[in-house]
């Protein structure tokens, strides 16, 4: 099972891909989570990526590329992947296709995962009061957003014309999107 999630900063991607992820037997690769761990790390690629991760900028194609692109080939190989944060552009995605199509491994579903914008800043003020993440700032979140709606968002055209876009409606309760999910990818495996 090969799937991406697609959704705005707070929507619950990462909520979401941990559970179906263990549902399937499959590997959770998460691209800020990735980028998080360098940074934590203090590795080259930490320092190269921390401040568009303080800005809530998307981090150029090809640090993406090679901090991620590992992860992604090993659990493609282990028998797929939840994907949660990459591909974020047009760009990303016809890269990845290209890629996985070389390969013989293309996805067989994305999930949009909609909340209005509303609700994803009551859930990211929520998240920096407990956690304190560092990009979970009122100003920084509401940059994530409007970055999304400009450079992610189109991507659920390009999914659609290839049908395979899935919308759910993540303004529910955690397991109730979880739910429909599930339901959506049982009926695409069979
Ligand atoms: P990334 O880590 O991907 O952050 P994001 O997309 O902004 O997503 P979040 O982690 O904020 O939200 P989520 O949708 O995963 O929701 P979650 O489940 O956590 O990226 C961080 C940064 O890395 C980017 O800004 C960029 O700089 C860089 N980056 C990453 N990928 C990149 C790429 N491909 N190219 C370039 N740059 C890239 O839930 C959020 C909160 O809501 C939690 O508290 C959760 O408990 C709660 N919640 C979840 N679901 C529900 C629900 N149904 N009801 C109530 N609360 C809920």
Partial sequence: MRVLLIGPPGAGKGTQARRIAEHFGVRHVSSGEIFRRHVADGTAQGHAVAGYLE????????????????????????????????????????????????????????????VVQEELLRRLAG??????????????????????????????????QRGILHTVDGGRPMDEVTKHILAILTHVRQ
Avoid: C, W
């Fill in 55 to 114: 800005r809530g900028d998307l981090v150029p194609d090809d640090l993406v590329l090679s901090m991620i692109g590992g992860e992604v080939i090993e659990a493609t190989e282990g028998g797929g992947y939840v994907l949660d944060g990459y591909p974020r552009t047009v760009e990303q995605a016809e890269t990845a296709h290209r890629l996985a199509e070389e390969l013989g491994v293309t996805v067989h579903a994305v999930i949009n995962i909609d």
């Fill in 127 to 160: 998240r920096a009061a407990r956690e304190g993440r560092a990009d979970d700032s009122a100003e920084t979140a509401q940059h994530r957003i409007d970055v999304y709606m400009e450079k992610t968002r189109p991507l659920l055209d390009y999914y659609a």
